[in-house]
């Protein structure tokens, strides 16, 4: 219930530029503040236009997609970013000039292996967000099942005060 806790006190729209840190109206003595303000600095999330995050308001499927859209912006621009590092550096290696020098040759393959280790990070952070991605569908399923029930609630009460 942490999640849902979570997701219904997160109002965000997703960025794509990295900020400071979380905005003023979030408590650092709160339980999710360290969460909120890793996600403010990766650029992950950003605040409303006011610069506020009002985290005691309930979330909004808008405010998700935007989150969702803000995560997954950032992890294909940084795999895109690694990729094409790594593509620039097998055109260097393939390409024979006598100006390279094997200690310079050794650079080179070090810098694609560390390459292709952070796009495999990247990968693997990714496989986590699935998991959490069938959380959230399941979670708005509920919402949008106790929100019919909720309107439902209301219609009987009105026709109950209209008696």
């Known amino acids: 219930m942490r999640l849902l806790a979570v997701l219904a006190g997160v109002a965000i729209f997703a960025g794509a530029f990295a900020q400071s840190g979380a905005p003023a109206d979030v408590p650092t003595n709160h339980w999710a503040y360290p969460a909120v303000d890793n996600l403010y600095k990766a650029g992950i999330l950003k605040g409303y236009p006011d610069g506020t995050f009002k985290g005691s308001r309930p979330a909004t499927r808008y405010d998700l997609a935007a989150a969702l859209n803000g995560l997954f912006s950032g992890e294909r621009v940084t795999t ?10 097998k055109v260097k290696l393939d390409r024979p000039t006598p100006a390279i020098d ?27 967000v699935a998991p959490l991605q069938d959380k959230f569908r399941a979670l708005f399923d509920q919402l949008h099942q106790i929100r019919g029930q909720l309107d439902g609630a209301k219609q009987d009460i009105q026709k109950i005060k209209g008696s």
């Open 80 to 89: 895109e970013a690694l990729k094409q590092q790594v593509a620039d550096l």
């Open 102 to 128: 094997n200690a310079q040759m050794d650079e080179l393959r070090a810098q694609i292996l560390a390459l292709r280790s952070q796009v495999d990070e990247v990968n693997a952070e990714r496989q986590q």
